[in-house]
């Protein structure tokens, strides 16, 4: 049965109709003036995170609007239907059940599968972790996308958690400035590759994988079977290239929800089994919330309808991420792959061009080091940009004082987003840095702030692997949700595509300087470059 466009629906109507009346003009300092059980209101706790909703542009209505929008656009049969196994990746046939690798044994589909890769994974990373037995250093990561920004954003995440002895490194871009600098801190003899790649066939991965393998044997490396392991579900050309140490998935993993498959290795031999375990279960305890709170209560449903919300009723373009967590600082790039390739899309699942906007773009820096560059804009610029917060509660470093003082950063930020500062404010307080010989009314106008900006916060009590097994499972069905909502297909990526394809078409041209049928500035740019 095809599901109803959004924007056919009794509630995107209502919607609409609220927003003219009252979401528009909504005030956040009023809202929080009018109802002091605002923030009780607009939290939720989901397992390991809280997130206080209540500095958004939205009130009960549009909550409620927005629930019933979730329910008329089939949102909970979707849902349903990914965590079956039903081929809802439709354009490619396939399954999405990334969700299934989280699963306690005995409890999901292709459990039997997914736990004997997993346990014989684990044995694997922990006989590396061995570094006597081992005498493995140092471990490289060459992939690229969901082969690669999933470990490199979990493994400084949880550097807590990791054995001291092992150095991670990660190699993703065709860019040999990229393995060049990695490779001269390396010694073949106590060097492990990792290299992960779902098809064994993307360009950049591959020829990172032959430069690896050539410098290893000409710096007198010898058994390349002990120093090079693949992670792919093309078992066959992993083994063409002469791996034959090889770690399997499945075509229903789509390449940026793989981090908790063996493409996981590099963060499993880094923090080891048990805590890869603790990060697999935070993220299913947030696959059970998600599979079964009510909408209301429901943290993934929640965010994700408040990105509708903001993307087609406010036409906010755009998102940031501003983790205060120095260990985060690469969840804003992963989050761009889970997010803009997810729902990156002009077309519905049936193809019919979408009349709503998608994906917002996403993007971001640790706090506080945003703070000193784009936050300017943030709450001066012309553009509303949403601002989700993470806050972590108790650091594992022993500083109290720096985080206290990043706390308190911040909450700073989220509360100027939204109290701003009027110019009669700004009149009435002294500027030591400011112009004496400025009108002091064209200075205060200068000095104010609009405010009413909005903003999540999102609370993790301490960032474990557990905890960030489940921030990051939050993410994904945030990501579902807006999907399900716009009829989008999430797990395809034929956006790609093309620049691939283009690609291929344009290196042998490097060769031989024939430019027969480019465009004039592709072919302009291709003298340039060879000559
Ligand atoms: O370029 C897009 C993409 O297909 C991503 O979706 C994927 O994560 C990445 O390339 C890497 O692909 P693979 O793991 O097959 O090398």
Redesign the pocket.
Request: glycine share 18%; hydrophobic share 20%.
């Given at each position: 049965m095809t599901k109803p466009r959004c924007t056919d629906t009794i509630a995107w109507a209502a919607l609409q109709g609220h927003f003219e009346a009252h979401g528009r003009e909504l005030d956040l300092r009023d809202a929080f003036a009018r109802d002091p059980a605002r923030f009780d209101a607009f939290s939720v706790q989901a397992p390991e995170v809280f997130a206080d909703l209540s500095k958004n542009l939205w009130d009960t209505k549009t909550r409620r609007l927005l629930e019933e929008l979730a329910q008329a656009c089939g949102l909970e049969a979707h849902r349903e239907a990914m965590l079956a196994g039903e081929p809802i990746n439709s354009t490619e046939g396939r399954a999405v059940l990334h969700t299934a690798l989280r699963a306690p044994a005995g409890q999901g589909p292709f459990s039997a599968e997914v736990h004997e890769v997993l346990e014989r994974m684990l044995a694997y990373a922990e006989r590396v972790r061995d570094v006597t037995a081992s005498g493995i250093t140092d471990v490289v990561n060459i992939?690229?996308?969901?082969?690669?920004?999933g470990p490199q954003m979990a493994v400084p995440a949880l550097e807590a958690y990791s054995h001291p002895g092992l150095k991670l490194h990660f190699v993703s871009n065709v860019d040999g400035h990229d393995i060049t600098s990695v490779l001269k801190k390396l010694n073949p003899a106590t060097t492990l590759f990792i290299i992960?790649?779902?098809?064994?066939?993307?360009q950049?991965?591959m020829a990172n994988a032959q430069v690896a393998r050539d410098w290893f044997v000409a710096n007198g490396g010898s058994d390349t079977a002990k120093h090079f392991v693949g992670v792919?579900t093309n078992i066959a050309a992993a083994a063409q290239f002469g791996i034959t140490e090889t770690f399997g998935f499945w075509d229903w993993v789509?390449?940026?929800y793989?981090l908790w498959s063996a493409?996981g290795l590099s963060l499993a031999i880094a923090i080891g089994a048990e805590h890869f375990r603790a990060f697999l279960a935070g993220a299913h305890a947030m696959d059970r919330h998600f599979a079964t709170e009510p909408l209301h209560s429901n943290l993934p449903v929640q965010m994700g309808l408040l990105d509708v919300w903001y993307r087609n009723f406010h036409q906010f373009g755009s998102r940031s991420v501003a983790p205060y967590h120095q260990g985060l600082k690469r969840l804003p790039a992963y989050l761009q792959?889970l997010e803009m390739?997810s729902n990156g899309k002009c077309v519905d699942a049936q193809g019919r061009a979408l009349g709503v906007g998608t994906s917002p773009v996403v993007w971001g820096e640790p706090g506080t080091n945003g703070q000193h560059a784009y936050f300017q804009m943030l709450h001066q610029g012309t553009d509303v940009i949403p601002v989700e917060f993470i806050a972590v509660k108790t650091p594992t470093h022993a500083h109290p004082d720096l985080h206290t003082k990043l706390l308190a950063n911040c909450l700073a930020q989220s509360q100027a987003l939204m109290l701003g500062k009027t110019a009669a404010e700004a009149l009435n307080e002294t500027a030591p840095t400011a112009s004496k010989s400025l009108d002091q009314a064209v200075l205060a106008r200068h000095r104010s702030f609009p405010g009413n900006r909005p903003s999540s916060t999102l609370v993790l009590e301490a960032l474990t692997p557990r905890s960030l097994g489940a921030l990051i499972a939050l993410y994904e069905h945030r990501v579902f949700v807006s999907g399900a909502i716009w009829g989008i297909n999430s797990f395809d990526?034929w956006g790609?595509e093309l620049g691939?394809a283009l690609c291929n078409q344009l290196l042998p041209r490097f060769a031989t300087g024939d430019a027969t049928g480019l465009d004039a500035s592709t072919a302009g740019l291709l003298a340039k470059l060879k000559s």
């Open positions: 992939g690229i996308g969901g082969s690669d920004l992960a790649s779902k098809t064994f066939t993307t950049e991965t792919t789509g390449g940026r793989s493409i792959q390739e990526q790609v691939k």
